[in-house]
């Protein structure tokens, strides 16, 4: 599977943007998906996990519940992740990756990354 992500930006504080994650394949409905960020000088960190097939199950990091939504289009092959009420502290490279495993939180279950895509939250 190769992931391409787009749709980073700067934007303001209380702004919003979708982050797209296009995947190449006729299987992409068999792979859980994720989106994790990593801001300078941190690790990369969990952000949203949706699961395979009809995305049922969606996981986040309580910084962003209420605030980021993931959800896929099987037919698109693409994973979406729309992000509200953007604060400062949502700054950083944004990763789509995705799992053989129904869904996870966890970094190392993920087989497959894309590139990154800056989203940058001026205040």
């Known amino acids: 599977v190769q992931l391409q992500a787009s749709g980073g930006g700067l934007v303001q504080a209380g702004g919003s943007l979708r982050l797209s994650c296009a995947a190449s394949?006729?299987?992409?409905?068999?792979?859980?998906m994720g989106w994790f960020r990593q801001a300078p000088g941190k690790e990369r960190e969990f952000v949203a996990a949706i699961s395979w097939y009809d995305g049922s199950s969606t996981y986040y990091v309580d910084s962003v519940k209420g605030r980021f939504t993931i959800s896929r289009d099987n037919a698109k092959n693409t994973v979406y992740l729309q992000m509200n009420s953007l604060k400062p502290e949502d700054t950083a490279l944004y990763y789509c990756a995705a799992t053989i495993l129904g869904i996870t939180r966890i970094i190392k279950d993920y087989e497959y990354w894309g590139q990154g895509t800056q989203v940058t939250v001026s205040s």
């Open positions: 394949g006729r299987t992409f409905s068999r792979y859980g």
